[in-house]
């Protein structure tokens, strides 16, 4: 596990990310800016400045919490929508049998690394729009926040 610590690190890891495919969004055309923080052991992730950090222990999650779980090659919930707040703390709760990486087509896009286990990644959106929770490696949508 590692956190990438510089902002010319983050940069360099969006250019070389490039695109992630055309995420379409419903009812605007910006997805909604995005800050992030990964806590429980979870990697933080690339993108706009943290909102938090690490934290130790049993610390209840921020805001709304969503559950995800990521077993072989499904996942729950897949598509589900969820409208959440502008400046709104959101928890994904990821329980994953292998670690891997999720794609939040935000402004920035970001890619947020999970552990085997349990990880907590926090996520704070500060532009309205329509945001895709993505795993490409399954290629499926996990949710689609709509932020307002």
């Given at each position: 596990m590692?956190?990438?610590?510089?902002?010319?690190?983050?940069?360099?890891?969006?250019?070389?990310a490039?695109?992630?495919?055309d995420?379409?969004t419903?009812?605007?055309?910006t997805?909604?800016?995005a800050?992030?923080s990964?806590?429980t052991g979870?990697?933080e992730?690339?993108g706009?400045?943290p909102?938090?950090?690490?934290?130790?222990?049993?610390e209840e999650p921020a805001?709304t919490v969503?559950?995800?779980?990521?077993?072989?090659?499904?996942v729950s919930p897949?598509?589900?929508?969820?409208p959440?707040?502008?400046?709104?703390?959101v928890?994904l709760?990821?329980?994953a049998?292998a670690p891997?990486?999720?794609?939040?087509h935000?402004?920035?896009?970001q890619e947020l690394?999970?552990d085997?286990?349990?990880?907590?990644?926090?996520?704070?959106?500060?532009?309205?729009?329509?945001?895709e929770?993505e795993?490409?490696?399954l290629?499926?949508t996990?949710?689609?926040l709509e932020?307002s």
């Amino acid at each position: 596990m590692r956190l990438l610590a510089s902002s010319a690190a983050l940069t360099c890891v969006l250019l070389l990310a490039g695109g992630c495919g055309d995420a379409e969004t419903v009812s605007d055309d910006t997805p909604g800016a995005a800050t992030s923080s990964a806590t429980t052991g979870a990697t933080e992730g690339a993108g706009a400045s943290p909102s938090g950090s690490a934290s130790e222990g049993s610390e209840e999650p921020a805001g709304t919490v969503v559950p995800i779980t990521i077993e072989g090659d499904t996942v729950s919930p897949e598509a589900q929508r969820l409208p959440v707040s502008l400046d709104e703390t959101v928890t994904l709760e990821i329980t994953a049998d292998a670690p891997g990486e999720i794609h939040v087509h935000s402004t920035p896009e970001q890619e947020l690394e999970y552990d085997e286990g349990t990880t907590d990644l926090e996520l704070t959106f500060e532009q309205p729009g329509v945001v895709e929770v993505e795993s490409h490696d399954l290629g499926l949508t996990i949710l689609q926040l709509e932020v307002s």
